[in-house]
């Protein structure tokens, strides 16, 4: 039978549009202490790009791109199976709330308020606690090129008020992004800083060190902190420093230097500070030898630079061992403790208001 040419056409730009589209299978991955039954998402674009997702706690637990070669490897830490992750784990690629980085004192006020949140790093506060968003177990759907998470944090949780409903969805593009979108409402006036904590090693996890990574980060400007690492309320210049990527540099060019901030990080551990508005340009990593190149865009003001200073001999995928600096994180989000800093971008959710926010984790090679 012969067709029209119109309707070939037709059916010719139809199947492009569907092979765009990421497939999205999912397994039964194992079950909690609880029973409850967790779920492993894999999610494929076009081009060959996977990622892998798990409800319990939103992990990226895998993560294959190309390098110039056409050589796909997975560039985030973690573990082979769920057991690594139900165990305590350095926030391998999970989602971090309801505040992700620190609250000084673990406390903040809201309209005059004071709410006294879990100290679990520390007199201060981190990560949202000891049972934040990377320990629970989300409701989890599979949607187009994707999977969509919701989790509902009960008014309290870690001492945080309002009952907190959110939802992040984890979606691959055709242009090999890993596309993070974060939404929440609440019932009562409370702080959020939601992000990603995946740590990257564009040569491939468990491939040593990420010290010959090339870094730019667009700002000079990052949120002064004092030798616990609770931000100062002060934005400073970092130019000429060896905070500043502005312009190219390995990570490991200074990451030494005696210069007190790298001191009370024991490497790289900032917050920098982005401007403009809408989604924006964070940073751009290559790896200089595979030439995988990742360009990170986000809506949040902020940007932490983390380059695994404190792991730790971590028994990892493959029977590789993670060291320190094998791995880089770059977590999106609003300034470390926001709560106390009223001149810092607000990070108080009331009711009636919905939070959004988007990071996109762009790959490449060259």
Request: proline share 4%; aromatic share 10%.
């Amino acid at each position: 039978m012969r067709f029209p040419a119109l309707f070939t056409l037709s059916l010719f730009l139809m199947s492009i549009a569907s092979s765009s589209h990421a497939s999205v299978e999912s397994v039964t991955w194992g079950k909690t202490a609880a029973g409850e039954e967790v779920k492993l998402f894999t999610l494929r674009n076009a081009h060959g790009m996977e990622a892998k997702i798990t409800n319990w706690g939103g992990y990226i637990v895998s993560l294959k791109v190309a390098d110039n070669q056409g050589k796909f490897a997975d560039v985030v830490l973690g573990f082979d199976s769920l057991d690594g992750y139900l165990a305590k784990n350095p926030f391998f690629g999970c989602i971090t709330g309801r505040y992700a980085n620190r609250i000084g004192g673990a406390s903040f006020k809201i309209d005059g308020v004071e709410h006294k949140v879990t100290p679990n790093s520390g007199k201060n506060h981190i990560h949202g606690g000891k049972l934040g968003f990377d320990k629970k177990l989300w409701n989890a759907k599979e949607i187009a090129d994707g999977v969509e998470l919701s989790y509902t944090s009960a008014d309290g949780e870690e001492g945080f008020p309002g009952t907190l409903k959110c939802a992040v969805t984890y979606t691959l593009t055709k242009d090999n992004g890993l596309q993070i979108d974060y939404q929440a409402t609440t019932d009562k006036p409370t702080v959020l800083n939601l992000t990603n904590h995946a740590y990257f090693n564009l040569a491939g996890e468990g491939n040593g060190d990420i010290l010959g990574h090339e870094l730019t980060i667009p700002t000079d400007q990052v949120t002064a902190t004092d030798d616990d690492l609770i931000t100062t309320g002060e934005i400073v210049s970092i130019k000429g420093t060896p905070l500043d990527f502005t312009t190219p540099h390995t990570i490991g060019e200074r990451i030494g230097a005696d210069f007190k901030p790298l001191i009370q990080g024991i490497g790289y551990d900032h917050n920098y500070v982005l401007s403009g508005s809408g989604m924006k340009l964070s940073a751009i990593v290559k790896e200089l030898k595979s030439g995988r190149v990742m360009t990170v865009r986000t809506t949040e003001p902020g940007v932490q630079l983390y380059t695994g200073n404190h792991l730790k001999d971590v028994n990892g995928k493959g029977g590789h061992v993670y060291k320190a600096r094998h791995g880089f994180c770059l977590e999106t989000q609003h300034y470390p403790d926001s709560p106390n800093k009223p001149e810092f971008p607000s990070v108080i959710l009331r009711p009636g208001e919905t939070f959004q926010s988007t990071t996109i984790y762009q790959f490449s090679a060259e």
